[in-house]
């Protein structure tokens, strides 16, 4: 039976992607902060801390895929304790997930490690695979970093992987999950401007495009997971609130926005800052989406609730 190790995989993108793993009959490994975390009865969880090797490398001997998930999330503030914390919590994992590897006599056949579509904050245009105009705001540079981490591990066997996650939208999680009871009550205007360009991808194309990764025989160094129909916040509000038969929504001006950031405990950037990331290599490697469109991903997710 095929092998699938999840580092950091007990969060809500990796529960999407162990049970489509192990609809495919595939053994799924998670590697699990949490000494107590039994979320999928099918799944092996075991513990690790991130930070030392032990006896989870064993788990890597021979299995087919690696996918790096860990990641403190980014809703939160961006002091410097946080900011500390959001880098070590991907570089840390990463380099030390390169030293398991390495020290392997069978190590996996694929390493895919996550990365943001962040990378593009602040800049104009779209920016698909092939640009490296990158941006210099604090997430910009931290999925930099931890793009830089995965490069610096040099490796024989293993083929690596970057894949760059847009926001995901998903019905019990994610900016869907959140905006959509906004919207119902109204309040789903445009942010600030509404120009800021939001990149994003149905979940079902999400668990779909890692799928497809892990079948290539030959897969590009780099992804971006992202609709290939990137819209300007004003867009995306506009076409939620059709979707969802909504004839009005209130917009949120700048102050507010800085007020409700900070009462929810978030940065305002998550909210105002423009990503303008596509995606162009996925469609031509032959990868198929299935909501390409953001009406089509909004009316499934909404018609799901």
């Not at 969802?244 to 926005?257: E, M, N, Q, R, T």
């Not at 800085?258 to 978030?266: A, E, M, N, P, Q």
């Amino acid at each position: 039976m095929k092998k699938v190790i999840l580092a950091g995989g007990s969060g809500y993108l990796g529960q999407l992607l162990a049970k489509m793993l192990l609809a495919l009959g595939i053994e799924v490994v998670v590697l699990s902060r949490s000494k107590s975390e039994e979320s999928l009865k099918e799944v092996n969880y075991v513990y690790w801390d991130g930070e030392t090797l032990g006896n989870w490398v064993d788990e890597l001997e021979g299995a087919d895929s690696l996918i790096n998930l860990c990641g403190k999330s980014i809703q939160c503030r961006f002091t410097e304790k946080n900011k500390k914390a959001l880098t070590e919590s991907r570089v840390v994992p990463t380099k030390l997930l390169g030293k398991a590897v390495q020290s392997l006599k069978n190590p996996p056949r694929l390493w895919i490690n996550f990365s943001g579509i962040s990378i593009f904050g602040g800049k104009k245009g779209l920016h698909a695979e092939d640009s490296i105009d990158y941006g210099i705001d604090f997430l910009s540079v931290l999925a930099q970093e931890w793009e830089e981490a995965m490069d610096s591990i040099s490796l024989q066997q293993t083929k690596k992987v970057i894949l760059r996650i847009s926001p995901v939208l998903g019905v019990h999680s994610g900016m869907f999950a959140e905006l959509h009871p906004l919207v119902k009550m109204g309040m789903g205007g445009q942010v600030g401007n509404g120009k800021q360009m939001v990149s994003w991808i149905h979940e079902h194309d999400f668990m779909q495009m890692v799928k497809w990764i892990v079948e290539l025989e030959n897969p590009a160094p780099l992804y971006h997971a992202c609709s290939p129909e990137t819209v300007s916040n004003a867009t995306f509000m506009e076409v939620f609130r059709k979707e969802a038969k909504v004839s009005f929504g209130i917009p949120l001006p700048v102050p507010i926005a800085y007020i409700g950031s900070f009462l929810k405990g978030v940065d305002v950037s998550l909210l105002l800052q423009t990503v303008p990331a596509t995606t162009k290599k996925t469609i031509e490697d032959g990868f198929k989406f299935k909501y390409s469109y953001l009406h089509s991903a909004l009316a499934q997710l909404i018609k799901s609730t």
